[in-house]
């Protein structure tokens, strides 16, 4: 009975601890007279604030116009109501982990496409609109819209530490997939003040993560090929301290691949 007891109590810890290594990210369900968009790209969209909320935001119709809403653990809220009928919904990670951008692209025949936008603040556990704009596919976009740190385009790394971040979000394997090849990576596995280190082929590492990626900070700081991405918001979650890449690509289709990164466990 004794050794029944210790594995079922061993069995609970381990469950428990799976559970935590990973943000859980609320559901967002419709409501009496609310449907799907009919565009084919993604109407929910999953986003982890710099104060560790899990946060689900969703675009769907209801009294013919598109409603964009957030959802947290504990309490839901309508953000934005558009005039469009219907329309692509993209949502925009931003550097500092406190806002992030919402776009509606509707597509008009004979014409230049529309575009609405809006800045949104996570505070509190509350939601606020900072910034709004309207715009034709003819008109620059607002930069505050893709985040509020510009970043040139040859800063591949940072670039790279931005799509890890979203990828992880969203257990998005393809894009978080593209850092990793067949070179050996120096891995540091880090749990309180414990470490082990290990060497494993990229693409084993990536595939040891079995989709629950290491979750990456906000406000990075890069230098040269490496970054630092811990935050205390990712505590409760397996997540990189540290990473570093093999180059800045100058090809738009190379990518910069991970050599050496510290992993921490909760």
């Keep these: 009975m004794l050794v029944r007891a210790l594995v079922l109590v061993l069995v609970l810890f381990v469950s428990t601890a799976a559970a935590d290594t990973s943000p859980t990210f609320p559901d967002a369900k419709l409501g009496d007279g609310e449907t799907e968009l009919k565009r084919l790209a993604a109407s929910t969209v999953?986003?982890?604030g710099n104060e560790g909320t899990p946060v689900r935001v969703r675009a769907f119709i209801k009294g013919g116009k598109i409603v964009v809403r957030g959802y947290t653990a504990t309490a839901q809220q309508?953000?934005?109501?558009s005039a469009f009928d219907d329309a692509e919904f993209h949502l925009f990670d931003h550097e500092n982990g406190k806002t992030f951008g919402i776009q509606l692209h509707k597509y008009v025949?004979?014409?230049p496409d529309l575009y609405e936008g809006w800045s949104v603040e996570l505070?509190?556990?509350k939601f606020k609109v900072v910034k709004k704009a309207k715009f034709n596919g003819k008109q620059p976009t607002p930069s505050w819209l893709y985040d509020n740190v510009n970043v040139s385009f040859d800063r591949r790394i940072v670039h790279g530490i931005k799509v890890l971040r979203w990828g992880a979000h969203r257990k998005d394997s393809n894009a978080y997939g593209k850092y990793w090849d067949g070179e050996?990576?120096?891995v540091t596995w880090r749990t309180g003040d414990k470490t082990r280190d290990e060497e494993i082929v990229g693409t084993d590492l990536f595939n040891?993560?079995?989709?629950?990626?290491?979750?990456?900070?906000?406000?990075a700081k890069c230098t040269k090929l490496c970054c630092t991405t811990d935050s205390k918001e990712l505590a409760p979650f397996v997540h990189i301290a540290k990473v570093c890449f093999d180059a800045e690509p100058k090809d738009i289709n190379v990518f910069p691949h991970v050599r050496t990164i510290e992993l921490v466990q909760p």
């Design 78 to 81: 309508d953000l934005v109501t």
């Design 184 to 186: 050996k990576v120096k």
């Design 109 to 111: 025949d004979g014409k």
């Design 46 to 48: 999953e986003w982890l």
């Design 208 to 219: 040891k993560f079995g989709g629950e990626f290491p979750q990456v900070g906000h406000n």
């Design 123 to 125: 505070k509190g556990g």
